[in-house]
């Protein structure tokens, strides 16, 4: 079993925590982490920090005995691998930015033994070629002890390090510069065997120390690098995948299975030949490549979510006529036996193409695998129903959410893997439900506030070293604190939020249009809605006079739940304004916009276009009379010349479906998502088809709403202290859903036969609450309630 395969195997040996759980309990002699780190940030000092580069750092330690406990707090720029004694202990750090530059904590006594001990680590920097999410400032490693018993590998001038000129960066396909460059491996100039307590270190370089590690606070006079922060979220899994199938070879007389790790490859010497193999679903992973021989060789992997040929990708499960495209990587080997090569990043794919040509020798590939990497989400939720349809578009859609969370959640993990505030919204409320752990959302509810500019609002990515503003996404923002606050009794940190909410909101409000009521047009930035065919970039449409009515409107949606967070943390005043702006907001929309010849919103003043968004938000903010919701509804779901949702705003046409009453609709509108399975998705997409992403977050709301909508799990007040069930099983006859819930979990199982509806519902610990069915309603107890209607 090679020591990268399971994480739990990791983290039973060397105990690595993050904080919340986090920090080992302090000792006697062991340090708080706070003010200024008596470690030194050290590098290569014969090489550029700011340039790529992949480093190779070594420190021995001498023990007189194996210790009971020995904890580390280590931390690099970009990344960093550690391995103790040649097993890997931790990597990271997790992504951040500079104010909030996060290290982990690891006890690494499981791995040291008496005697000469070597820790080992790994730190690369990709300069230029950094991905999007990577903000960095320079090429840096540091480890300090938390005690004075491990002060003797705190990073210093007694580190040795070299430059591993083997690997140089890759820049194959122009969607690069969001994930960054890829690897390119010369097994000759490879230092093999380097993390080994016997490697001959006597030619490397002393580090260079160039900074003191410093916390928030520090003193500095006000100067800072990086303001180290304990780790916030758990380290990521990593579990063995084996590829599924050889789909086809070019150049070989036969071809072993040797993707079952017990046939190698063998290929003759001045041979030139490309195998494809599918892994069956899309996944995030290390590829790990073991060969031998081969001297002179040169391996390309190249990795796709799809195949394409002259029309686009098509049926994902096909291949005959298509190639290969994508991001890619090369090995050369050096000829020995036993080599593994195994790329600094993670790839995304399905298929992976091997192009292998040999020189003089001939090559034996031993084995070809993945290491599954994403956030290490436990599935407490759960749906069943007598749809055996239902099953797959719940697979799929928490399989495209895994492959969307890492260390940050991901818009899709191919092209970007950037946490966009519009798909995080969706995301955070699928971990809850699905997982019940709040950690990532907290994460990136938090990332966000840090984002803020001097403008006042938040960027629309983040972590991102090259800044995006969308302003709609700072109006999301402001929702998912509130639907964290619905979800989660936590009042200190939702408070934290406030000033933030604040700014941006003043940033909204000054734009409002003293003549029109509603938003000005031409708002700075990029105010994109949805990615609707006929909206140019995204954009709803608006005029010289007129700003955009679905702007306005998400501004007042975003205004009322600041408003009932204003009220919850005693500012009446903030309240009362926000609530005053927003019903004025609607007022003007629905004097300005409505058209009462159509019974719909326009999507701006005098506006000649209709759309299902406007009116969407209409219902939803109650800028439309709830006496016409129902008939407006009505004809945006019937109307296809109306601008369409896709994936993406089809998450709020459904709280519209919901709102009006019609929610037994649900489970016949997720025939989009059925199209995906059926032309051999394995994940949902970005937009209908042609799709640039095979695996985009947004799209996995049906794992939200077939707990939400179908099973009818809510809040029904603050922190979930209560809850609402108003199940709607549409054409269903059975129905089974589990929610978590901070004490435990939430289970409903109904059986529907017309308008009787019989089952139970179990509720956790001391919860309480309300069940919903045809207009009757019955309180709910902890522990398990009959359902008889």
């Given at each position: 079993m090679k020591n990268t395969r399971l994480l739990l195997t990791f983290l039973m040996a060397v105990g690595c925590w993050s904080a919340g759980a986090s920090l080992p309990s302090t000792q006697p002699g062991e340090r708080q982490l706070t003010g200024t780190w008596s470690a030194q940030w050290i590098c290569d000092g014969g090489s550029s920090p700011y340039d790529y580069g992949v480093y190779r750092f070594r420190k021995r330690l001498d023990l007189p005995k194996k210790p009971e406990r020995f904890v580390i707090n280590i931390s690099a720029d970009n990344r960093y691998r550690l391995l103790v004694n040649g097993q890997e202990a931790c990597w990271g750090p997790a992504r951040g930015d500079l104010n909030r530059w996060y290290y982990e904590t690891v006890d690494i006594a499981p791995l040291l033994r008496p005697g000469q001990n070597v820790l080992a680590v790994t730190v690369w920097n990709l300069g230029t070629r950094s991905p999007g999410a990577q903000i960095s400032r320079q090429t840096g490693l540091i480890v300090q002890g938390n005690s004075s018993v491990e002060d003797d590998v705190n990073t210093d001038g007694s580190w040795l390090v070299l430059r591993d000129e083997s690997f140089s960066p890759l820049f194959n396909c122009p969607e690069a510069?969001?994930?960054?460059?890829?690897?390119?491996?010369?097994g000759t100039k490879y230092p093999w065997g380097w993390e080994t307590v016997g490697f001959d270190d006597s030619k490397w370089y002393a580090a260079t120390g160039f900074s003191p590690g410093k916390t928030y606070g520090a003193p500095g006079y006000g100067?800072?690098?990086?303001?180290?922060?304990?780790?916030?979220?758990?380290?990521?899994?990593?579990?063995?995948?084996?590829?599924?199938?050889?789909r086809r070879q070019q150049g070989l007389a036969s071809l072993p299975t040797f993707i079952d790790g017990r046939s190698p490859l063998k290929i003759p010497a001045r041979t030139k030949c490309t195998v494809l193999l599918d892994q069956g679903f899309l996944t995030t992973a290390y590829p790990e490549l073991k060969v031998s021989g081969g001297k002179g060789s040169k391996i390309k992997l190249t990795y796709s979510e799809a195949l394409f040929d002259e029309r686009g990708k098509g049926n994902r499960n096909e291949i005959d006529g298509r190639e290969c495209r994508g991001f890619a990587d090369e090995f050369l080997p050096d000829g020995a036996d036993g080599r593994l090569f195994r790329p600094l990043w993670f790839k995304t794919y399905r298929y992976i193409q091997l192009d292998i040509e040999t020189g003089a020798a001939p090559l034996v590939v031993e084995d070809l695998y993945g290491i599954y990497t994403g956030y290490p989400f436990e599935v407490r939720g759960s749906f069943e129903s007598d749809d055996p349809a239902l099953e797959k578009i719940w697979e799929t859609g928490w399989r495209t959410a895994r492959l969307c969370a890492h260390e940050t959640y991901f818009d899709c993990p191919y092209y970007e893997q950037l946490q966009y505030a519009g798909d995080t919204r969706i995301q955070a409320l699928i971990s809850l439900y699905v997982s019940g752990d709040d950690r990532l959302v907290r994460k990136a509810i938090r990332m966000y506030d840090l984002s803020r500019s001097y403008e006042g609002i938040t960027c629309s990515r983040y972590p991102s070293h090259i800044p995006q503003y969308i302003p709609p996404f700072s109006l999301y923002w402001i929702g998912m604190i509130h639907d964290y606050w619905m979800?989660?009794?936590?009042?200190?940190?939702v408070r934290s939020f406030l000033p933030g909410i604040r700014t941006v909101l003043s940033w909204f409000t000054e734009k409002i249009d003293p003549h029109t009521g509603l938003l000005k047009n031409g708002l700075p930035h990029w105010s994109f809605t949805d990615w609707a065919t006929s909206w140019e970039r995204g954009i709803a449409p608006e005029s010289d006079s007129s700003g955009s009515a679905i702007t306005t409107l998400q501004l007042a949606a975003a205004l009322d739940d600041a408003a009932d967070l204003m009220r919850r943390y005693d500012r009446p005043a903030e309240a009362k304004e926000y609530a005053a702006t927003s019903a004025g907001l609607k007022k003007n929309v629905y004097e300005k916009c409505w058209d009462a010849s159509k019974g719909l919103l326009r999507d701006y003043i005098g506006s000649p276009t209709y759309s299902q968004h406007v009116n969407i938000m209409g219902i939803l903010?109650?800028?439309?009379?709830?006496?016409?919701?129902?008939?407006v509804f009505e004809r945006i779901d019937s109307d296809p010349s109306l601008t369409q949702t896709t994936f993406y705003y089809k998450f709020y046409l459904i709280r519209a479906l919901k709102k009006v009453g019609l929610a037994d609709r649900y489970t016949e509108m997720l025939g989009p998502w059925q199209q995906m399975i059926d032309i051999g998705l394995t994940t949902f997409a970005e937009t209908p088809e042609p799709t640039r992403s095979d695996c985009h977050a947004w799209s996995s709301s049906p794992n939200y709403d077939l707990l939400a909508t179908v099973c009818g799990v809510e809040p029904a007040s603050p922190g979930f202290a209560t809850v609402r069930i108003a199940p709607h099983p549409g054409r269903l006859k059975q129905i089974k859903g589990v929610v978590p819930h901070p004490q435990g979990d939430i289970t409903v199982e109904l059986q529907r036969d017309g308008d009787k509806l019989s089952g139970q519902v179990a509720l956790p610990g001391q919860l309480t609450g309300d069940f919903v069915w045809n207009g009757k309603t019955v309180k709910l107890h902890p522990g398990v309630n009959p359902i008889r209607f």
């Open positions: 510069g969001y994930i960054g460059g890829h690897d390119r491996i010369d100067e800072s690098d990086w303001i180290l922060t304990p780790r916030d979220i758990p380290m990521m899994e990593l579990t063995e995948q084996r590829l599924t199938a050889v979800h989660r009794s936590d009042d200190a940190f903010t109650d800028a439309i009379p709830h006496k016409d919701q129902r008939a």
